[in-house]
């Protein structure tokens, strides 16, 4: 069998690189330890010395902000030392490669990199490469890559509906938009069907959707009307106008027409249902303000959620 | 001593109303009771409901302070620390279960620091076994016995009754 490059020989957390195999266990584990960082960010000192003196690179060959400064707030939380590395102006356009890059943060004693990559793979060849060269006391964080997997994502989401419906096994879940560019929506899905989720939905045109996207075990919509109906939970998803190319879609408003999300078109799912989105958010796009911003929303509890939970998967990975 | 003599374990109701008989009195009226999760957690509540006086009660979980990481990594579920009094100020009587090296009283210390700047910390154990890797020493004591390093002495609350066992030590 070959060995998950997650889990060390003792089957625990040392990289994050994808929710895809990912034990129940291990997620659960992941969500009960998120649950008492949240409550650091509240105190007059807003840190604890679990990784004092570690340095946690930031690669990010992608740009994002939020998830960059997440990333940084959770590591500062935990004492470590970050290092921002602006990737894309620097090495790899004077023809470094990504290995010698790592290689050489390594050599500066690196103990963790968080890697956001546009490649599907990047942070996955990483960590390959580190436990090849036995430098197993490094740890990946994938934050982030191409179109494959946003595991701090999918986590962060999955903590969010545990916090205000407890449980996954009675919930039926509708994911809304661009699945197909979606690496939140494929973290996501893998994570709600490894917990039991017993009904989990992907909303969207048929040119926004991969094609076997049944095969993840979701129910396709393409009327959003039939799909949101019962919903406990509706995670919109950001069009991510910058990855389209061609005709996919005939225009925004013409996207907002069918699949943005309207007070009208969510009063068809259950009084409580909660309202998420990964942001950054489109508004008139795919979500109207009325709905970002009224009472079913938790779209800011999530961005405070976000930093428990990657306090959490840091603190995990670098003990283990 | 080795761990072939099983030693004689105090009582643990008995020792704790012991270690309420030292504290009463002694203790300041305001006192705050903070217990270190979990078996502190426990003797905190009961000194709390069994000492008279005005304390407040919290709860601390040591975890993110304790200076295994590197080793044991963090494998335990971690609890939420509570402390719903103001630290700044305040008098508290940091309470554990067993003190033994002294680490985790160590840790709570630190972590109580980081709430506030208390006016002053006493610490209160049920039990003292001896064999301190640091300077640190309890105020109040349930009990004090030997046991061997590699025994250690767990309680346990069954239905609101604390009681004490050895086991042998779980290197995690």
Known sequence: ?320 | MTSNETPELPDAEATLLALVERMRGAVAFDAAFVGIYSGGAWVAERLAELIPGNHSLGFIDVSYYRDDYARTGLKGGARRSELKFDVDGATIVLVDDVLFTGRSVRAAINELFDFGRPACIELAVLIDRGGRELPIEADYVGARLAVARDLSIVLSRDNGRLSLTVEPVTNA
């Not at chain 1, 109906?229 to 005709?247: F, I």
């Open chain 1, 1 to 320: 069998m070959i060995r998950n490059p997650q889990l060390n020989a003792n089957g625990e957390l040392t990289h994050l690189l994808t929710l895809e195999g990912l034990p129940a266990d291990v997620i659960r584990h992941i969500l009960d330890t998120a649950e008492p960082f949240a409550s650091i960010s509240e105190r007059e000192v807003k840190k604890v010395p679990l990784l004092r003196g570690k340095a946690v690179f930031n690669l990010f060959f992608e740009n994002s902000t939020r998830t960059r400064t997440t990333f940084e707030i959770a590591a500062k939380r935990l004492s470590a030392d970050v290092i921002n590395l602006n990737i894309g102006v620097s090495s790899t356009s004077k023809g470094e490669t990504l290995l010698d890059t790592v290689d050489n943060l390594v050599a500066m004693n690196a103990d963790m990199f968080v890697v956001r990559h546009a490649q599907s793979g990047a942070p996955h060849l990483i960590a390959t490469h580190l436990n090849q060269h036995r430098q197993t006391h490094v740890h990946v964080v994938n934050a982030g890559d191409g179109r494959h997997a946003h595991p701090t994502q999918g986590l962060l989401d999955l903590y969010t509906i545990r916090h205000y419906k407890r449980e996954f096994t009675n919930l039926t879940v509708a994911i809304v938009g661009d699945v197909l560019h979606s690496r939140v929506a494929r973290s996501l899905i893998h994570g709600l069907t490894t917990l039991g989720t017993p009904e989990v939905r992907v909303i969207g045109p048929r040119t926004l959707m991969p094609t076997r996207v049944d095969a993840m075990g979701v129910r396709v919509f393409t009327d959003m009307s039939a799909g949101l109906a019962g919903c406990d939970v509706v995670v919109m998803l950001r069009l991510q106008s910058e990855r389209m190319k061609g005709t996919l879609l005939p225009s925004a408003g013409e996207y907002f027409k069918h699949y943005g999300l309207t007070p009208e078109k969510l009063a068809l799912a259950k009084p409580d249902v909660i309202v998420m989105h990964p942001g950054p958010m489109n508004r008139g796009v795919e979500i109207d303000s009325a709905v970002a911003d009224g009472e079913r929303s938790v779209i800011l509890p999530q961005v405070t959620f976000g930093i428990a939970v990657r306090m959490a998967v840091m603190s995990i990975i670098a003990g283990n």
